[in-house]
């Protein structure tokens, strides 16, 4: 019946296409304008462009939502439907997200994420043991890209009920600590300076100092003694590089070059050992006696 009064109402059909065709463009005009303005704001490090994410969303469900609305009552039949959905919209949204209580959860863990920003997008955070760069975030989840080019979706929930290590909040520098264990008889004061040699000849490495720990002399690279273990002197430096990216590939030429160091000037790395003692002296000379065969 439906059917065969739009036939009959040429009017009515043209004003039905001519609303959801404006719907459309006008959907479009705000995702193109949004976009482009993320793109310009992702060009200044100081500006945050995640509200504007969420707003293109929001603001593209909200055209959809009005243009199907006055669509639908510009047809006879539908037109109480249209002007309820008009009228009524955020009550339907209300409705439809306690019906899931995840859902809701997810929308307003979103919502507080925009409004308290404990990340952006371009950060390197740490959620639930997941490590990778802010990618993409809507109400519902948010994308990271891991170092392998992973995508890792997280629901916004589990976003706010777990603690999140952001690397670039206020400094993007960061200190890849890298510990090495040297035998007992390796020579500690020449292990320490090859540590720091290395690290301080670096093209990646920064000088983490403030102007008053130079002036006062400290050393640009810190190596120490942290623990004497059961085969081996724990050593441990700390190389600084001016974001993650930088300090992974630091870490890693780090420990090949202070390995070599460490081989070419015979300092030893030792495998673990343990020196077992014997209170019954028949049971050490039992262990040492090979089986009869």
């Known amino acids: 019946m439906v059917i065969t009064h739009l036939a009959g109402d040429a009017r009515t059909l043209i004003a039905v296409a001519v609303i959801l065709l404006l719907t459309i463009v006008a959907a479009g005009m705000v995702r193109l304008l949004i976009t482009r303005a993320i793109r310009l704001a992702t060009q200044h490090d100081d500006y945050d462009p995640t509200g504007l994410l969420f707003s293109k969303r929001i603001i593209s469900g909200a055209v959809y939502v009005v243009g199907l609305g006055c669509a639908l009552a510009q047809i006879p039949k539908f037109a109480v439907l249209g002007h309820s959905m008009l009228a009524g919209a955020g009550v339907l949204t209300l409705v439809a997200g306690l019906a899931s209580q995840q859902v809701l959860s997810n929308v307003m863990s979103g919502v507080l994420i925009v409004i308290f ?24 989840e948010i994308v990271l890209r891991d170092a392998d080019n992973n995508r890792i979706v997280i629901p916004n929930a589990m976003v706010s009920s777990n603690a999140v290590v952001n690397s670039h909040r206020t400094d993007p520098r960061v200190c890849t600590a890298l510990e090495f264990g040297i035998g007992y008889a390796s020579d500690i004061d020449s292990a320490l300076a090859i540590m720091v040699d290395e690290v301080a000849r670096h093209p990646l490495h920064i000088d983490p100092r403030t102007p008053a720990q130079i002036e006062a002399g400290e050393s640009a690279v810190v190596a120490r003694v942290t623990a004497l273990g059961e085969s081996a002197v724990v050593l441990k430096v700390w190389p600084w590089a001016k974001d993650a990216d930088d300090g992974f590939v630091m870490s890693c030429d780090l420990r090949q070059r202070i390995k070599q160091r460490f081989d070419a000037e015979g300092i030893e790395i030792p495998y673990p050992q343990r020196t077992i003692s014997y209170r019954d002296p028949a049971a050490a000379r039992a262990s040492t006696v090979s089986p009869e065969r």
């Open 117 to 140: 920003k404990p990340f952006r997008l371009r950060d390197r955070i740490t959620v639930n043991g997941l490590t990778g760069t802010v990618e993409d975030m809507n109400l519902r």
